[in-house]
């Protein structure tokens, strides 16, 4: 009988993007021969995930994960939100969070063990691809590091525990009580998710973003046919309101909906007798930037009808 080796069956999930026990399982009943092997799997309908990895994945979960002065958020997409229900995939997304906990970046993240001594990350997904028969992509992961103080989130629509559409990890730098300083960390949360700002700060824009809403702003002022030196002033004012609108700490609280929430740190700064700095937040809205396939769900019903 013919030994089936690593090399073999890492050559054969190459060729099929078949999962990798599949390939094993074929080879075997091959002997070994690689093309009667690919001919099962497309015979057993397992020699798809190649194909599928080509479809739009926009659907899926963003998964949060924090453990004491660390946080992580990921979002893993696949193509239906019947997938985000599925709970191997929430499984998966919750692993793969708790890993990114140790991750510096996605690619990293990617290479890493999915499970002691088995497959990467990325292994694991293409391996889900063909088990559950929809292409699957790690679209991006974040970390948020403290010194000394909290990480909190929170998860919007939650699907499960630390699983949902939309997912925020806010960072807190404080030698105050922890408790509170969490509280605060999780209603800021709760404010970026629904505010959904840019910047901690005015001053943490990015200047080519301050460079566009300059010019739109300038170019609208004009067609007022005012003098330049009051566009310049009308300019300058509605810039202020673009940063109070896109700045965290210059936003409007939505926790009480009048205070702004450098006025909420003030107030808990005055109670836990210690400084507070927001050292950053992370938002992740499921699918946001990703160019979504528009189908023609009449024509689809049709062309499912004449095959029948």
Known sequence: MTTITASMVKELREKTGAGMMDCKTALGEND??????????????????????????????????????????VEVNSE????????????????????????DDTSALEAMPYKDGGLSVAEQLTEMVGTIGENMVLRRSQRIEVSDG????????????????????????????????????RKIAMHVAAANPIAVTEDDID????????????????????PEEIIEKMVDGRLRKFYEEVALMSQVYVIDGESKVRDA??????????PIKVIGFVRYALGEGVEKEEGDFAAEVAAAAAGN
């Open 32 to 73: 070994g021969d690689m093309e009667s092997a690919v001919d099962w799997l497309r015979t057993k309908g397992l020699a798809s995930a190649a194909k599928k990895a080509g479809r739009v994945a926009a659907e899926g979960l963003v998964g949060l994960a924090t453990e004491g002065t660390t946080g992580a958020l």
């Open 80 to 103: 239906t939100d019947f997938v985000a229900r599925n709970e191997q995939f929430q499984e998966l997304v919750s692993n793969i969070a708790n890993l990114a906990l140790k991750a």
């Open 150 to 185: 909290v990480v909190s989130g929170y998860i919007h629509n939650a699907a499960a525990p630390g699983l949902g559409k939309i997912g925020v990890l806010v960072g807190l730098e404080s030698t105050g009580d922890k408790g509170k300083l969490e509280d605060l960390a």
């Open 207 to 226: 200047s080519d973003v301050i460079d566009r809403e300059r010019a739109v702003l300038s170019e609208q002022a004009r067609e007022s046919g005012k």
């Open 265 to 274: 740190v003030k107030a808990v700064e005055g109670e836990i007798g210690s």
